[in-house]
């Protein structure tokens, strides 16, 4: 069951060169006399690699079945991560390269989504944000606002974020998990 170019758009998951990717995004193109085309940057969801690619109207497009479960995150083994599913408590592992940057959220019982293709976990969904707390940050100083009246902050899973000046060790605080981003104190 192949789909056309024209249905091709931004969150849409496909096969492209035998592998899963999504569509970050997606530019729908025609020209005079040709068919129509796609350029589309699309992001591989087992490697992580990003491409930037241009699907024509004669190539077979297949979507992509990732079905998505509740994972809980359990515990850290070296360079694998365990998780389990909530209902049938199955074990689930990742290893550190597949998991990027997304290891820097991860704390003990965070509930996530777990993406899987053909019965098999490739890779994590984060939720939106996230509540984490405040190991180490200076204290910060009345009148200290020259720059944009933030400081660095050290969190309990070993991120750091710039946060306002009256946060202290031991608040938490929600951060955007999109962007690294300070959004306000719980």
Do not use: W
């Not at 690619?53 to 079905?67: G, H």
């Not at 933030?150 to 202290?168: C, M, R, S």
């Amino acid at each position: 069951m192949s789909i056309s170019v024209s249905q091709l758009k931004p969150s849409l998951t496909i096969i492209y060169n035998d592998q899963p990717y999504i569509i970050l995004e997606s530019e729908h193109a025609k020209l005079a006399r040709g068919s129509s085309f796609v350029r589309a940057k699309i992001k591989n969801l087992i490697t992580s690699q990003t491409l930037n690619c241009t699907l024509r109207d004669s190539d077979k497009i297949n979507p992509a079945f990732i079905e998505r479960k509740k994972l809980i995150f359990s515990y850290q083994d070296g360079q694998y991560y365990h998780f389990f599913e909530s209902k049938s408590y199955e074990d689930f592992i990742l290893h550190q390269e597949k998991i990027e940057n997304k290891a820097k959220y991860l704390k003990e019982n965070l509930e996530l989504a777990g993406l899987f293709y053909q019965n098999k976990l490739i890779n994590l969904e984060l939720p939106a944000s996230i509540i984490l707390k405040v190991a180490k940050t200076a204290p910060g100083f009345r009148g200290n606002t020259v720059k944009s009246g933030t400081k660095p902050a050290t969190l309990e899973t070993g991120l750091v974020v710039d946060v306002p000046l009256f946060i202290k060790n031991g608040d938490l605080i929600k951060i955007d998990t999109r962007n690294q981003q300070y959004l306000e104190r719980e």
